[in-house]
């Protein structure tokens, strides 16, 4: 069974770079898509962007200006950046396999990134 | 973006009822591409129901998912109480992907 987990700093500073990296592991990133969601406090989740394993993407556009998603196969890992973020990025944000019109059947545990000074 | 709107947006059930959550879209998504989650508080959620009435890996049957164009159900026909808990309908066909606001439910 495939299983995720996120990891990066869970304090970002206003107007920095978010950095995240999903480790897929007991399992392969072959032929599939990888998205990442995010759910800020109390509120609903909102899809950031998918990424196939051999790395053509898809962004939410009320966020493509200012993400980008990369894959690396040899790691198992797929990463997220989200630049210059504000206190409206601050959020849980999930690893999920799914997107490319797929549903999203494997979730990471989701880590929280606190956006503030 | 396909908005998707769920409804109640509480809902207040005993155990052993039966619960009737809705996902209504603003155009027509396929049933192919929509599918529910199941959120328990501090967790990830979880696949519930994909092709809006698939049942997904190890979902016991008392979960169905029901509908088509722009009207989605998810029933659970007898409550347990593991079953209180946050649920929230995605279309995933048309970019950008979206999710509903979510339904929780809770205990009467």
Known sequence: ?????????????????LSLTC??????????????????????????????????????????????????????????????????????????RGGGGYHMDVWGKGTTVTVSS | EIVLTQSPGTLSLSPGERATLSCRASESVSSRLLAWYQQKPGQAPRLLIYGASGRATGIPDRFSGSGSGTDFTLTISRLEPEDFAVYHCQQFGVLPYTFGQGTKLEIK
């Open chain 1, 1 to 17: 069974q495939v299983q995720l987990q996120e990891s990066g700093p869970g304090l970002v500073k206003p107007s920095e770079t």
């Open chain 1, 23 to 96: 480790t897929v592991s007991s399992g392969s990133m072959s032929s599939s898509f990888w998205s990442w969601n995010r759910q800020p406090p109390g509120r609903g989740l909102e899809w950031i962007g998918y990424i196939y394993y051999s790395g053509s993407t898809n962004y939410n556009p009320s966020l493509k200006s200012r993400v980008t998603l990369s894959v690396d196969t040899s790691k198992n890992q797929f990463s997220l950046r989200l630049s210059s973020v504000t206190a409206a990025d601050t959020a849980v944000y999930f690893c999920v």
